[in-house]
């Protein structure tokens, strides 16, 4: 062989060398490309889950989720189509929410669900730790100055503790269930009823706490 050929094929051997360093390089340069969008997407994902207020997390197993789409603000009784109600026609006045040690109109607290409360309601008959229980439960899980949070007591409930949003419902033997607080922190202040952000007093009713 002589020597030019020896030379150029020396040359071709290097050419192919370095196209072969220049593809591994861009190989992995796209790789950490890609693992870096990847950690963006899985960060912006987390922040938007944060920024939620827990409203876009998820239902609690069992919650029971409906249509409601009656808004009409309406004078006297109304029969809803769930015990208790969550959502439909309702009184014009909202009740002040908190805590209840007696029944409160259900026409006036359903207009606390359209503003985006929740409502948790227990049979009468349940021992005196587990409403305890329940008051302190709601004192702690206020949704900033304006609550969005009412407990009441209710007669003929299908289970010992019940919680309403509207349009969705969960029901619960025990205030201890984890669920209560999981159904709370996806509804509470939230917008399900249509009209977030409206007030929690000038309306009706004095709750104890």
């Not at 072969?20 to 899985?42: C, E, S």
């Not at 769930?82 to 009740?95: K, M």
């Not at 159904?183 to 709750?207: D, L, W």
Request: with cysteine.
């Amino acid at each position: 062989m002589g020597k030019n050929a020896r030379k150029s094929r020396q040359e071709m051997q290097r050419a192919a060398a370095q196209v072969a360093t220049t593809n591994a390089v861009k190989k992995q340069y796209r790789t950490i490309a890609w693992t870096t969008m990847g950690a963006i997407g899985i960060a912006v994902i987390v922040l938007v889950s944060l920024s939620s207020g827990g409203k876009g997390s998820a239902l609690p197993r069992g919650t029971s989720v409906f249509t409601e789409k009656d808004h009409q603000h309406v004078a006297g009784s109304v029969k809803y189509d769930h015990t208790p109600p969550a959502g439909g026609a309702h009184n014009a006045e909202w009740l002040n929410y908190g805590i209840y040690t007696r029944p409160v109109p259900n026409t006036n607290v359903v207009h606390d669900l359209e503003h985006g409360a929740v409502w948790i309601t227990y049979r009468p008959s349940v021992s005196p730790l587990a409403i305890a229980e329940l008051q302190q439960f709601v004192t702690n899980h206020y949704d900033g100055p304006q609550r969005y949070l009412t407990l009441s007591p209710y007669s003929g409930l299908p289970a010992p503790v019940v919680a309403s949003a509207w349009g969705a419902q969960i029901r619960l033997t025990s205030p201890n269930d984890p669920r209560l607080a999981e159904f709370v922190a996806h509804f509470v202040g939230g917008n399900q009823g249509g009209e977030q952000g409206a007030p929690c007093t000038g309306g009706v009713g004095s709750p104890v706490a």
